[in-house]
Nanobody, 126 residues
């Protein structure tokens, strides 16, 4: 059984930082792209970032570029999302997801991902 487990969410003041983690288990994720999406209350789920297996390719939503950094440790089957300069509009449930391969044109699309975690809440107070 495949599992993606997110952690690291919480409550932080605007301007603060959080680091999310996503641990993958249950199968080898060799070659898999891992991504982060988020869903604010009453809104659709949106792409945040993605990283290729090697780490050589990354993608970020314009709204987080320059503030968020994604990295991965393949030995631990874990990816991280370092979130700095947080804003109230970053408040959402953050989901980790896995995709079988990198596609620059499609990596921001939810349908590209076939495994999803349960999500972790991030709340940024003003």
């Amino acid at each position: 059984q495949v599992q993606l487990v997110e952690s690291g969410g919480g409550l932080v003041q605007a301007g603060g930082s959080l680091r999310l983690s996503c641990a993958a288990s249950g199968r080898t994720f060799s070659g898999y792209v891992l991504g982060w999406f988020r869903q604010a209350s009453g809104k659709e789920r949106e792409f945040v970032s993605a990283i290729s297996w090697s780490g050589s390719n990354t993608a970020y939503a314009d709204s987080v570029k320059g503030r968020f950094t994604m990295s991965r440790d393949n030995a631990k089957n874990t990816v991280y999302l370092q979130m700095n300069s947080l804003r109230p509009e970053d408040t959402a449930v953050y989901y980790c997801a896995a995709s079988p391969g990198w596609s620059a044109s499609a990596i921001r699309t939810m349908s590209r991902y076939n495994y999803w975690g349960q999500g972790t809440q991030v709340t940024v107070s003003s």
